[in-house]
Each structure stands twice: as structure tokens, then as C-alpha cells.
């Protein structure tokens, strides 16, 4: 009974998200509210490692208000793409 008191008096659905930038892998609870929705379709920084950029990966439902997520970045750098990931205009045309 009190864990469904707990959801009544705090409104929104929690991701406990992990941080997949390299050599952070940090852990927190994101809680969302129908006011910041609009937080989940756009990009944000970890709270720990301050890396801008990262976007929100649904991985699954723990609890009634509970779901799991990580943090994904784009690969950044210098010979970053690795040939095949887009595809390339040939294989478009066969």
C-alpha cells in the first residue's frame, strides 16, 4: 500500500538511466512529468560527466512508473564512421 501512495503523490514516470559516454557510466533517475515530456524526444547532458548531447534509449519496464534507459551518444572523432553503418550509394542502386 505505501509503494501506491508513493506513485499518488509523485506524479510522472521515473528512468533510472545509465550514462554510456566512456569512463562515466553513471547511474540516476530521471523523473518525467506530462510537463517535460517534451524532454524525451530532444537531447541532454549527464549530470555527472556533463556531456552534452545524449539522447534517451528506452530499454524496459521495471515497475508500474519505473522504466530502465541509457544515455547514447553519436560516435565523435576522426575515422568515427565505420563503412556499412549508412550504407553507401552503390549498395542502394543493386
Known sequence: M????????????VYRTTCE?????H?????ITAKEAGLLGGTMACPRCRRHGGMLKRLGRLDD???VAKLVY?????GASVP??????LSDIR
Open 74 to 78: 553519436k560516435v565523435t572523432g576522426a
Open 84 to 89: 556499412g553503418d549508412e550504407g553507401d550509394l
Open 2 to 13: 505505501q509503494r501506491r501512495n508513493e506513485h499518488l503523490e509523485s506524479p510522472g514516470v
Open 27 to 31: 547511474t540516476f533517475d530521471l523523473r
Open 65 to 67: 512508473r519505473l522504466f
Open 21 to 25: 559516454n566512456p569512463g562515466c557510466g
